[in-house]
Structures are given as structure tokens and as C-alpha cells.
Nanobody, 124 residues
Framework: VQLQASGGGLVQAGGSLRLSCTAS????????MGWYRQAPGRQRDWVAS???????VYTETVNGRFTISRDNAKNTVYLQMNNLKPEDTGVYCC???????????????????WGQGTLVTVSS
């Protein structure tokens, strides 16, 4: 299973970006999907998650500015980021809780997989 993230870039404060992350490989289902970010010199922090019913949850600092969504048919999670601020700068990583099929009717997982990250830079 691989997660491929894209959509990062350089944007001025107040601008917008849309991140995408697509899961590929052999698996049975995807449970929760989410985004984390790591600012320079800081630990990785959770940003937002979305469950299988498309119910989103956000960290307080992005609530009202970011929107997480998913397309289950495409195994993809999105993060629409509006009104970006310099403090939003960082490497954004996606993750997904993946369920696999074992022998017979066996269910394996869910296990968490991570994408490679995409850099978002917001200039003031």
C-alpha cells in the first residue's frame, strides 16, 4: 500500500492551496484518513481527519479555514486550505487506516500508512 500526496507549493498569506493524497495497492477498505503537518524545528502535529461517513474533525488553529474531504471511489483524501497564514508553513503528510484481507474471511488491521509529505510555504 502506498500513499501519494501532492498539491503543495509557495503561496502568499491569504491564498489557497488544495492538497490531495491517493492510496494505491491491494487492500480491502480505508477507515479514517487524515492530514498532519510538521513545521521547521517542530514535531509533527495533527491537522484534520475524516471518517468513512465523511465527517470531518479539525485542530482548532485551522477550523473555519481548512476543509478535509474524501472521495472513496478514488481512495483519495483532500485538504482545501484557504486564508493561509505564515504559521501554516510546513511539510504536510497524509495518513490512512488500511484494512486488508487475509486468508479466507480474515480481516487484517486497520494499520496506519503514511504518505511522503508535500511542502507548503506561506509567505507574509
Amino acid at each position: 500500500v502506498q500513499l501519494q500526496a501532492s498539491g503543495g507549493g509557495l503561496v502568499q498569506a491569504g491564498g489557497s492551496l488544495r492538497l490531495s493524497c491517493t492510496a494505491s495497492g491491494r487492500f480491502h477498505a480505508i477507515r479514517n484518513m487524515g492530514w498532519y503537518r510538521q513545521a521547521p524545528g517542530r514535531q509533527r502535529d495533527w491537522v484534520a481527519s475524516v471518517d468513512t461517513s465523511d465527517v470531518p474533525v479539525y485542530t482548532e488553529t485551522v477550523n473555519g479555514r481548512f476543509t478535509i474531504s474524501r472521495d472513496n471511489a478514488k481512495n483519495t483524501v483532500y485538504l482545501q486550505m484557504n486564508n493561509l497564514k505564515p504559521e501554516d508553513t510546513g511539510v504536510y503528510c497524509c495518513n490512512a487506516e488500511i484494512v486488508k484481507r487475509g486468508k479466507g474471511w480474515a480481516i487484517i488491521g486497520p494499520d496506519t500508512y503514511w504518505g511522503q509529505g508535500t511542502l507548503v510555504t506561506v509567505s507574509s
